[in-house]
Nanobody
């Protein structure tokens, strides 16, 4: 069984910062691309940022210059540092990872989500 467990969400004032973490555990042979998505009420889930196993990153235009994604391959963990937060960043944030379980091959896994609320 593979699990993605997120942490670090919460309530913060506009202009503040939060750091999200997502740790993968279980029978993992390898991890490919990892990313963060978010879904606000009444809206579709959207990509926030992702990072390859080699460290190449990609960001949504709305978060460029404010958010930073990183990963620790030894810990099977991906992070999202969020600075200069805006009320528009309020959403449930989900971690996503492409994981190789060796016997089962490569599959996409999602975390349970963590709420981020930015007050004005």
């Amino acid at each position: 069984q593979v699990q993605l467990v997120e942490s670090g969400g919460g309530l913060v004032q506009a202009g503040g910062s939060l750091r999200l973490s997502c740790a993968a555990s279980g029978s993992i042979f390898g991890i490919g691309i990892m990313g963060w998505y978010r879904q606000a009420p009444g809206k579709q889930r959207e990509l926030v940022a992702d990072i390859t196993s080699g460290g190449s990153t990609n960001y949504a235009d709305s978060v460029k210059g404010r958010f930073s994604i990183s990963r620790d391959n030894a810990k099977n963990t991906v992070y999202l540092q969020m600075n200069s937060l805006k009320p528009g960043d309020t959403a449930v944030y989900y971690c996503k990872a492409l994981i190789n379980k060796q016997v089962a091959g490569w599959n996409v896994y999602w975390g349970q989500g963590t709420q981020v609320t930015v007050s004005s």
